[in-house]
Structures are given as C-alpha cells and as structure tokens.
C-alpha cells in the first residue's frame, strides 16, 4: 500500500520569503499525488495535483509543486510567501481510487510579520 | 452555491451516547467519504461510499457506522464501541471513486466527549 511521509511538523518563514515543503511517498507504481491546504477549524482545499506529464505542476494561489521519481518526492513552493498562507498542508497520495488515498501528517506553517 | 455542509460544527457527547453528524453535499457527486483527523495523524477513512445504498468500510470504521438513503446525504454515527471518538471529523465527496478527480471537503464537525 502507498504512504506519504512530510518529514517537518512546522515551519515558520518570514512574509515575502520562499517556502518550500517536503513530501515523501511509497508506492511501486507512478502515484497520484496532491496537495491540500486546511485553513483553522476548517475543510481541506485542493491546491495542486499530478497525475501523468510535466512533472513541475501549477496550482492555486502561486503554489507549485514538483514530481522528481528518482526522490519519490512531491516538494510544494511558493517564491513569496503572504500571511494569508498561514495554515496546514498537507501532502497525499493516491493509488487509483479516492478511497486509497493517503495523507501525511501535514506541516503547520507559520508566517512571520 | 455547490459545496458540502457539515453540522453540527461543534458537539459535547456523554460517555456512552451515540451521535450522528450530518453531511449534505449539492455537486451532484456520487462519491462520499468520512475521514477523522487526529492531530499529527493527517486523515484517516472511516467509511466511504460510491452509490445511493452501498458503502464500504475504510481503514478505521469500528465503532463507527453510516447509511447513504439519498445521493445527497451520508450521515455517519459515532456509537459508543468507539473507544475514543473525540477527533475532528471530516466529510469529503468526488465526481467519482476514481483517484484523478479532486476531493471536496465539508468545514468538519469537532466532537468532544466529556
């Protein structure tokens, strides 16, 4: 069965810095993989997907993320980070169907002033 | 506009009370899902379903039960077998069951258990 590992539990960044946040999958075939964002006491939002094609992918709200096999590694970044990015994210791979899916434990980010 | 309703948003339960939390979705989706969020556990399946009438269990569905009477509705039920139901608890809907397309999610329902 897939799994996904975030391996940072927080992450503070100043506003206006560059974020990158790590994800790691297991799964013996090319995943589906995403990213999600859950704002506090809220539901999770799609941010960006990968499915097949260019492994550099573009999402909502200037987010990207990139597929590098060779890493088993799905990394989201943003150039400029803005305080309304404060939330958590979280990685998840799929195998085929929704009901496989996997998340991480997500990675709480803190944005500094 | 299209989205997926959860209430209550919040909920006390008594030891030994079962208690069920709605989850109303208008995408027209066929796909369901309930999921519990623990912190530094990410999301964990409880229950999913494909089609008015059938579900399936997930990886944690002791203690837990569902019904899906309409293609609008999947109410789970928190009985008191689950040894520690207090969590956040998620409902999500998909066009599909297939893994490409894109998981909707409801605000949640926080129940503690006193």
């Known amino acids: 069965a897939q799994s996904v590992t975030q391996p940072d539990i927080h992450i503070t960044v100043s506003e206006g810095a560059s974020l990158e946040l790590r994800c790691n999958y297991s799964?013996?075939?090319?995943?589906?993989l995403f990213w999600y964002v859950q704002s506090p006491g809220q539901g999770l939002q799609l941010l960006l997907k990968?499915?097949?094609?260019?492994?550099l992918v573009q999402g909502i709200k200037g987010f990207e993320a990139e597929f590098k096999r060779s890493q088993s590694s799905f990394n989201l970044r943003k150039p400029s980070v803005h305080w309304s990015d404060a939330a958590e994210y979280f990685c998840?791979?799929?195998?085929?169907?929704?009901?496989?899916?996997?998340f991480g434990a997500g990675t709480r980010l803190t944005v500094k002033p | 506009d299209g989205g997926i309703t959860q209430s209550p948003k919040y909920l006390f339960r008594k030891e030994g009370q079962n208690v069920t939390l709605s989850c109303e979705q208008n995408l027209n989706h066929d796909a369901m899902y309930w999921y519990r969020q623990d912190p530094g556990q990410g999301l964990r399946l409880i229950y999913y379903s494909q089609i008015v009438n059938d579900f399936q269990k997930g990886d944690i569905a002791e203690g837990y039960s569902v019904s899906r009477e309409k293609k609008e509705s999947f109410p789970l039920t928190v009985t008191s077998a689950q040894k520690n139901p207090t969590a956040f608890y998620l409902c999500?809907?998909?066009?599909?069951?297939?893994?490409?397309?894109?998981?909707?999610f409801g605000e949640g329902s926080r129940l503690t258990v006193l």
């Open positions: 799964y013996g075939a090319t995943p589906y």
């Open positions: 998840a791979v799929g195998a085929g169907n929704n009901n496989d899916m996997r």
């Open positions: 990968y499915f097949s094609g260019d492994t």
């Open positions: 999500a809907s998909s066009f599909d069951r297939a893994g490409t397309g894109e998981l909707f």
